[in-house]
């Protein structure tokens, strides 16, 4: 958090908490809950089940877990474990225990508390772990705001865990409930794949990866550039989703040694089940890491980072999670190192860039993409 960031107040039936949204900035535009949060919580509320027997799933900033104090907290975001944890050191709270979405969730809540994902197939994964966790008779509350609901999903909750009941919706938000029965319900891994040509080997991606099913076409773009490059001994392959940049300049010989970074612990977990599997015999030569960007990256700086930032920060279009990630990577490059991100013709990062580096310059460009080089002196 910065000292320019100002935490909003979160009215709640359990008492007023100070609330910051992680990467914080000056003038912040979002405010660290939302309606289906406030939903959830009254509903927790009038229930009267304490937080120990509560299992919170994707919480956003912290709105939840601050207010019910979990058991823990199921969830594949470490941005959103750093809001949590800036939240409660902030307003005195217990430490909530955190679950990555590759682990089990604990079995026996009383309680599940799931903010509904955008993303369908993490929403159907998680439900497919939880009917398999839950006793008979837990009740399962899942709120979404309107605009990123499916119109099937009290369907979903119900196919999965039991009888669902669709209840009121407020300030475009809506509440939904189910109580897991006896049925057996469907397996679902949410693991997708495609054929990547450039590896000549499928690609798997987990439930929550960014482009599981094909290849999208700004990494398209820069897959096709990397045989420009000179070649390099260390490579960060930033926001790497399933990893195929970073796979690819292995294959190419572009590096030697590739780093593999990203906020889902899905997308790391896929990143390494790809390596792995296409590249057994590099097992020393790869490394992965899930926070926030590069905050935590301790090995020697690199020579070149790869980069196809996020546009969305949370559910929200916005530029400036990737700007946040771009920042990072002046620090953790070498003198005379080189960072290459792709982005679309209309997001602006230049300014950004120019003030952490020494030359800036566009590297490719096409009908939708540029592909920028900036480089430490």
Request: positive net charge; contains cysteine; hydrophobic residues 40%.
């Amino acid at each position: 958090m910065t000292a320019a960031a100002h935490a909003a107040r979160h009215e709640t039936p359990y008492g007023a908490f100070q609330l910051n949204c992680y990467p914080a900035r000056p003038n912040e535009r979002l405010v660290a809950w939302c309606s289906a949060d406030t939903l959830l919580l009254e509903e927790t509320h009038r229930r009267g089940i304490l937080g120990s027997g509560i299992l919170v799933v994707n919480d956003t900033y912290g709105a939840l877990c601050v207010a019910l104090e979990p058991h823990a907290l199921w969830t594949d975001s470490a941005l959103a474990v750093l809001a949590l944890r800036h939240n409660e050191r902030a307003n005195r709270r217990t430490q909530t225990r955190i679950v990555w979405s590759t682990e089990v969730p604990p079995a026996t809540p009383e309680l599940v508390v799931l903010r509904i994902p955008k993303q369908r197939p993490l929403f159907e994964y998680q439900l497919s772990q939880l009917a398999r966790l839950l006793p008979e008779q837990t009740t399962v509350l899942a709120a979404g705001m309107d605009k990123h609901l499916s119109p099937h999903t009290a369907a979903i909750l119900e196919r999965y865990i039991g009888p669902a009941q669709r209840h009121r919706g407020q300030h475009k938000a809506r509440l939904f409930s189910a109580i897991r029965d006896e049925r057996s319900a469907p397996e679902y891994t949410g693991i997708a794949t495609y054929h990547s040509e450039a590896l000549s080997a499928e690609l798997c991606g987990l439930a929550n990866v960014f482009s599981r099913e094909k290849l999208d076409m700004g990494t398209r773009f820069l897959l096709e550039q990397l045989h420009t490059l000179a070649p390099a001994e260390t490579l960060i392959d930033l926001a790497c989703g399933n990893g195929i940049l970073g796979l690819v300049a292995l294959k190419q010989g572009v590096a030697s040694n590739i780093a593999f970074c990203d906020e889902s612990a899905m997308a790391v977990r896929s990143a390494s089940l790809n390596a792995s599997r296409i590249f057994p015999q590099e097992a020393r030569n790869v490394s992965f890491l899930q926070g926030d960007g590069l905050l935590e990256y301790r090995e020697k700086p690199a020579q070149i980072i790869l980069c196809n930032p996020p546009f969305h920060l949370q559910h929200t279009v916005d530029d400036f999670a990737g700007r946040h990630l771009l920042k990072q990577c002046s620090q953790h490059l070498q003198s005379g190192g080189r960072l290459y991100f792709v982005a679309n013709r209309h997001l602006d990062y230049l300014p950004t860039l120019r003030r952490t580096f020494d030359r800036v310059e566009k590297f490719a460009s096409n009908a939708q993409f540029n592909i920028v080089l900036a480089q430490k002196s």
